[in-house]
Nanobody, 114 residues
Framework: QVQLVESGGGLVQAGGSLRLSCAVS????????MGWFRQAPGKEREFVAR??????IYADSVKGRFTISRDNAKNTVYLQMNSLKPEDTAIYYC?????????WGQGTQVTVSS
């Protein structure tokens, strides 16, 4: 079992920045693919970014503006979000994935005003 707790969301003006954090606890010694997803009101949850052994992967909508990273010593995954747009408004979820298993945090709200 893995527990994920997101933090760092909030209200920001368009063009601003936020950094989301995902604290990972539990079976952290296991190998998981860590990523971020988001869900806007009335829309399905969508992929945002993922840490990959051969290079981080980003959705086209955030490429060049968001950066995913991890601090293994702190068991924390980050999502640095720059040049935020109103369309980035959503609940952001941290995800830990193994084949056949997905773990999710409770989400953190990001609201970008125009």
């Amino acid at each position: 079992q893995v527990q994920l707790v997101e933090s760092g969301g909030g209200l920001v003006q368009a063009g601003g920045s936020l950094r989301l954090s995902c604290a990972v606890s539990g079976r952290t010694g296991s190998s998981y693919v860590m990523g971020w997803f988001r869900q806007a009101p009335g829309k399905e949850r969508e992929f945002v970014a993922r840490i990959s052994w051969n290079g981080n992967i980003y959705a086209d909508s955030v490429k060049g503006r968001f950066t995913i990273s991890r601090d293994n010593a702190k068991n924390t995954v980050y999502l640095q979000m720059n040049s935020l747009k109103p369309e980035d408004t959503a609940i952001y979820y941290c995800n830990a994935r193994q084949p056949g298993t997905d773990y999710w945090g409770q989400g953190t709200q990001v609201t970008v005003s125009s």
